[in-house]
């Protein structure tokens, strides 16, 4: 299974970006997706999570309300929509799959990571 994330960038804090992840090596929809982020200078976080057949999601608090996970899987694709960024929420930010249907918020059960991508948003 191979995970290649894209769509980060420097943006000013209230505007907004979209994450993709692009899955490849597996049966997409056989995994749950889940996208995680590492601020500078802290631990990896849990942010969103998403079934296999997409119909259940959970977010972090942090990110409930501003953030939208989603999945397209006949382009084996999960996304992040990300509005009202704000500052705190920069970080790298990495995709990850789990084989079944939900997606736990433990990073340390998932086999399966992408290389990430930073986000950086400005003040």
């Known amino acids: 299974v191979e995970l290649v994330e894209s769509g980060g960038g420097l943006v000013q804090a209230g505007n907004s970006l979209r994450l993709s992840c692009v899955f490849s090596?597996?049966?997409?929809?056989?995994?749950?997706m889940t996208w995680f982020r590492q601020p500078p200078g802290k631990e990896r976080e849990f942010v969103a999570t998403?079934?296999?057949?997409?119909?259940?999601?959970r977010y972090a608090p942090s990110v409930e309300g501003r953030f939208t996970i989603s999945r397209a899987n006949r382009k084996n694709t999960v996304y992040l929509q990300m509005n009202s960024l704000q500052p705190d929420d920069t970080a790298v930010y990495s995709c990850?799959?789990?084989?079944?249907?939900?997606?736990?918020?433990?990073?340390?059960?998932?086999?399966?990571w992408g290389q990430g991508t930073q986000v950086t948003v400005s003040s």
């Open positions: 990850a799959a789990r084989l079944g249907y939900h997606g736990p918020s433990r990073w340390g059960e998932y086999g399966y």
């Open positions: 090596g597996g049966a997409f929809s056989a995994y749950a």
């Open positions: 998403i079934s296999s057949g997409g119909d259940s999601e």
